[in-house]
Structure formats: structure tokens, C-alpha cells
């Protein structure tokens, strides 16, 4: 009884969480932090607030588009059009890994997106990001995401 116990514990040990976040806890903390407040942002449809989570020279690479480049661009990509909301968005990062005054962090998103119509549409993806510490805060600098099927 003892073995199976015990073996059921290491397997929910490793099978509850297989992030992994290497870096001051503070800068993992604002990382995490910036994340949340992110999707936050998105799902409010506060473009403003989404263009200042990135770096004045950051890049996005979005699914089968051509690289954006620079925040009024990214701000004009993340604005949608009228009659669309999202009304979930969650970002999980899998890693987080700080190297100086740069980090990337890789994981998956989801998401819904609410039609005028009432309908809805499920997505969900993979994504890389780069991040930049400017004037002690981490803001995008790179970004990219590609979809994966439902």
C-alpha cells in the first residue's frame, strides 16, 4: 500500500506542473505579472494598454502574416474590428528563463472570440516571446504564435 502511494505521489508530482521558470523571483513575478495584465488587456479591448506591454522596437509574427514592426502597427493589429470582443483569453507559460536584461518565455494561449452574431469561436496556439527590462520593467519585444487545431 505504502509503494502505491507513494508512486501516486511522485506521478501527480510531476504531472501537476511541468513549468519551469529559471531567474530572480522578483523578474519571474513581473513576467507573470505582465502576462496576466496582458490578456487582461485583450479581453477589455484596451489597445493602448496592449501596445505599452510591448518595446517601442518590437516585432510581432503573427500566424501566416508578415512580421509588424513597432507599437502604433501592433496596437492597429490588436485592434479589432467592430462587432468581434474576446471574451477569453489566457496565456500558460510552460518556461520562463531571465538572462540578464533579456528573457523568453514559450508556452500556449486560448482563447474566445464573441461574434455580433452571438456566436463564438475557440482558438488556441503556441507562442514564443522575447522580453526586454527597460527602466526596470519587462515589456515584449519579440512575439510570435501560431495556431494549433481544436
Not at 521558470?21 to 505579472?33: P, Q, R
Not at 489597445?47 to 500566424?63: H, L, R, S, V
Not at 483569453?89 to 461574434?115: F, M, Q, S, V
Request: aromatic fraction near 14%.
Amino acid at each position: 500500500m505504502k509503494a502505491v502511494a507513494l508512486t501516486c505521489l511522485l506521478f501527480l508530482s510531476f504531472s501537476v506542473s511541468s513549468q519551469s521558470y529559471t531567474g530572480d523571483e522578483k523578474d519571474i513575478g513581473m513576467i507573470l505579472s505582465n502576462i496576466k495584465d496582458f490578456s487582461n488587456s485583450v479581453m477589455n479591448s484596451d489597445y493602448q494598454a496592449i501596445g505599452k506591454a510591448y518595446t517601442e522596437d518590437a516585432k510581432i509574427f503573427p500566424n501566416n502574416r508578415d512580421i509588424i514592426a513597432g507599437q502604433d502597427a501592433i496596437i492597429k493589429y490588436w485592434t479589432l474590428p467592430e462587432g468581434l470582443k474576446t471574451k477569453y483569453h489566457k496565456i500558460t507559460p510552460e518556461e520562463i528563463k531571465i538572462i540578464g536584461n533579456e528573457a523568453y518565455d514559450y508556452g500556449y494561449y486560448e482563447g474566445t472570440t464573441l461574434r455580433a452574431d452571438g456566436t463564438e469561436s475557440n482558438w488556441k496556439g503556441k507562442y514564443v516571446i522575447v522580453w526586454k527590462k527597460l527602466n526596470d520593467e519587462w515589456k515584449i519585444y519579440l512575439d510570435i504564435w501560431n495556431s494549433i487545431k481544436n
